[in-house]
C-alpha cells in the first residue's frame, strides 16, 4: 500500500505513542507499506522538530536520526507540479498533488482542512482510521 504520510503524522510519532507512532512504526519494520515523501514534506518536518519548543519530546540527535531514517526508507521523490487549490488551505494542496502523481492509495493526516476536503481523490484519514485499515478492521 502506497501512502503519503503528512508532516503532522511523521512529527507526531516521534513525541508520543499512538497511531501515528504504530504506522510509522509498521513501515519502517518494512511491512507492506511504502510512504512517499518530496522535499518539501522533508523539509516541513524537519523544520518542526528542530523547533525550540519541542526540544522537551525530540532531542537533535534523535531529530537527525529519524530524518535521515525517513529518507532512507520512504519512496523520495521529486515535488510535485503544483495544481489548483482544491482545499481550503492552499499549503496543504501539493500533498494531494505528490499524491496523485505517484498513485498513492491514502493521505494520512490529522490536518482537518484535508480530512473535511470534499473531493477526496485520494482518500484522506485519519491516522487512527488509517490504522484500522492497516489491521485489516474497518
Known amino acids: 500500500m502506497r501512502v503519503v504520510l503528512d508532516a503532522n503524522v511523521l512529527v507526531s510519532a516521534v513525541i508520543q505513542a499512538g497511531p501515528s507512532y504504530r504506522i510509522v512504526s509498521a513501515w519502517l519494520d518494512e511491512e507492506s507499506l511504502d510512504a512517499v515523501v518530496c522535499p ?5 518536518v524537519e523544520d518542526v522538530l ?10 537533535p540527535g534523535l531529530a537527525d536520526l529519524f530524518m535521515t531514517t525517513i529518507r ?7 515535488d510535485p507540479v503544483e495544481i489548483e487549490a482544491e482545499t481550503r488551505d ?13 498513485d498513492v492509495d491514502y493521505i494520512v493526516t490529522g490536518d482537518k482542512d484535508l480530512l473535511e476536503w ?21
Open 50 to 59: 528542530n523547533r525550540p519548543r519541542l526540544r522537551k519530546w525530540v532531542a
Open 90 to 102: 492552499p499549503d496543504d494542496d501539493y500533498l494531494i498533488a505528490l499524491a496523485r502523481e505517484h
Open 72 to 78: 532512507r526508507t520512504s519512496d523520495v521523490v521529486s
Open 40 to 44: 518539501a514534506l522533508l523539509a516541513e
Open 118 to 138: 470534499v473531493a477526496q481523490r485520494p482518500p484522506v484519514l485519519s491516522p487512527a482510521a488509517f490504522e484500522q485499515i492497516m489491521i485489516g478492521g474497518t
